[in-house]
């Protein structure tokens, strides 16, 4: 179609690429996209969501309110703290907007999650990429040394999103001290798989700030909800660039009763736990090569040519991790899905030839 913009053909390209995730997510055993992986939902979501039916006539203005003194009164901070948007994915790229202007670089060490690179692309910021470091490590060192006079910002996840590699607070810290006052985002959308948030540490410098999801341990990907915390200054601005009203009533209802439902999320991270080394163990016995992971997603390489013909005869969806920066052919990201999909996993494994 004429009359569109470069931004939407260039943006197009890219997610072309990751044409291989969403042909194999009609996949009867699909381990593409990280979700919960028990696939529930806790009682006392459903409860909330009911509750709150009738208020969908009306704008989630005090909605948004109480689900930002939730956020608050679970993670011991301050409301003036708290942003919210409908999905990380849109917290990221308000952000983007709040912080970083046209010509501006934004470093961002690989392999990193595609939306940190568009959000560049879409602020008309430069992205410089930091190749990554033994096992496709996060390299906070080399990161550091990539700061120029025109860098706005630093962006990488924790748990990493493909390999699900943890990094220490203590080295965060020390990268955001080293590079201050540039702004170091700290995403941790799967922190609650592996890892400790930021959000509790003391002292923590004024330029980190800390993004969540709903979707992924909170079992909510459907309704969209992200959060960021940082300094009230930030937060303000944020709220300015960010649309008046991001997160719907019953959103809103779902996120505050599974902020109260902690048991959920220690389950979750138990089983995940509990099943990440069952699928580690069975791709090792298969001989193919596992990083190290400590969340909810397993990187692996083997041959890209036949595994993926193996994928394919036993319509299994996984996702062709080379559509990460950095990342070669032959590796795959798979996400820990219920123990029954798992197990059915591991079953086909043992027919695989490498
Ligand atoms: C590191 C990371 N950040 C953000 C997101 C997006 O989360 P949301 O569903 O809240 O948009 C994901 C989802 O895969 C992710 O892995």
Same mark, same amino acid.
């Given at each position: 179609?004429?009359?569109?913009?470069?931004?939407?053909?260039? #943006?197009?390209?890219?997610?072309?690429?990751?044409?291989?995730? /969403?042909?194999?997510?009609?996949?009867?055993?699909?381990?593409?996209?990280?979700?919960?992986?028990?696939?529930?939902?806790?009682?006392?979501?459903?409860?909330?969501?009911?509750?709150?039916?009738?208020?969908?006539?009306?704008?989630?203005?005090?909605?948004?309110?109480?689900?930002?003194?939730?956020?608050?009164?679970?993670?011991?901070?301050?409301?003036?703290?708290?942003?919210?948007?409908?999905?990380?994915?849109?917290?990221?790229?308000?952000?983007?907007?709040?912080?970083?202007?046209?010509? *501006?670089?934004?470093?961002?060490?690989?392999?990193?999650?595609?939306?940190?690179?568009?959000? &560049?692309?879409?602020?008309?910021?430069?992205?410089?990429?930091?190749?990554?470091?033994?096992?496709?490590?996060?390299?906070?060192?080399?990161?550091?040394?990539?700061?120029?006079?025109?860098?706005?910002?630093?962006?990488?996840?924790?748990?990493?999103?493909?390999? @699900?590699?943890?990094?220490?607070?203590?080295?965060?810290?020390? /990268?955001?001290?080293?590079?201050?006052?540039?702004?170091?985002?700290?995403?941790?959308?799967?922190?609650?798989?592996?890892?400790?948030?930021?959000?509790?540490?003391?002292?923590?410098?004024?330029?980190? #700030?800390?993004?969540?999801?709903?979707?992924?341990?909170?079992?909510?990907?459907?309704?969209?909800?992200?959060?960021?915390?940082?300094?009230?200054?930030?937060?303000?601005?944020?709220?300015?660039?960010?649309?008046?009203?991001?997160?719907?009533?019953?959103?809103?209802?779902? &996120?505050?009763? @599974?902020?109260? *439902?902690?048991?959920?999320?220690?389950?979750?991270?138990?089983?995940?736990?509990?099943?990440?080394?069952?699928?580690?163990?069975?791709?090792?016995?298969?001989?193919?090569?596992?990083?190290?992971?400590?969340?909810?997603?397993?990187?692996?390489?083997? $041959?890209?040519?036949?595994?993926?013909?193996?994928? $394919?005869?036993?319509?299994?969806?996984?996702?062709?991790?080379?559509?990460?920066? $950095?990342?070669?052919?032959?590796?795959?990201?798979?996400?820990?899905?219920?123990?029954?999909?798992?197990?059915?996993?591991?079953?086909? /494994?043992?027919?695989?030839?490498?």
């Amino acid at each position: 179609m004429k009359n569109l913009s470069k931004a939407s053909t260039i #943006i197009s390209k890219i997610n072309k690429k990751r044409a291989y995730i /969403l042909k194999n997510k009609s996949s009867s055993l699909d381990f593409s996209l990280s979700e919960n992986p028990l696939e529930k939902i806790p009682i006392g979501v459903i409860v909330g969501i009911i509750k709150n039916i009738n208020s969908v006539n009306q704008y989630p203005l005090k909605a948004i309110q109480s689900l930002k003194k939730e956020i608050a009164n679970q993670f011991k901070i301050n409301i003036k703290n708290v942003g919210v948007g409908a999905g990380l994915e849109q917290v990221i790229e308000n952000c983007f907007k709040t912080i970083v202007n046209p010509k *501006d670089e934004v470093i961002i060490p690989n392999p990193s999650f595609y939306v940190f690179g568009k959000s &560049a692309f879409l602020v008309g910021a430069k992205p410089r990429f930091v190749k990554p470091g033994t096992n496709f490590s996060l390299d906070l060192s080399k990161t550091a040394k990539e700061i120029s006079c025109k860098a706005k910002l630093i962006i990488f996840s924790n748990p990493n999103n493909p390999t @699900g590699q943890v990094i220490s607070n203590k080295e965060i810290i020390s /990268l955001a001290n080293e590079v201050a006052p540039i702004i170091v985002i700290v995403d941790e959308a799967n922190i609650e798989f592996g890892g400790k948030s930021l959000i509790s540490e003391k002292n923590l410098p004024k330029n980190i #700030i800390i993004l969540r999801t709903f979707s992924k341990a909170y079992g909510l990907a459907g309704l969209r909800i992200g959060i960021c915390i940082g300094s009230p200054r930030f937060i303000n601005a944020f709220n300015q660039i960010s649309q008046s009203v991001p997160v719907s009533n019953l959103s809103c209802a779902a &996120a505050i009763a @599974g902020l109260k *439902d902690k048991n959920f999320i220690k389950k979750t991270k138990e089983f995940t736990k509990k099943e990440r080394t069952k699928l580690i163990n069975a791709f090792k016995r298969n001989k193919i090569e596992v990083f190290p992971s400590q969340a909810n997603n397993i990187l692996i390489n083997t $041959d890209y040519t036949k595994f993926k013909k193996f994928l $394919d005869k036993n319509n299994v969806g996984f996702i062709d991790a080379s559509c990460f920066r $950095d990342i070669p052919k032959g590796c795959f990201r798979v996400s820990i899905r219920t123990k029954e999909k798992n197990k059915k996993l591991v079953t086909l /494994l043992q027919n695989y030839k490498k």
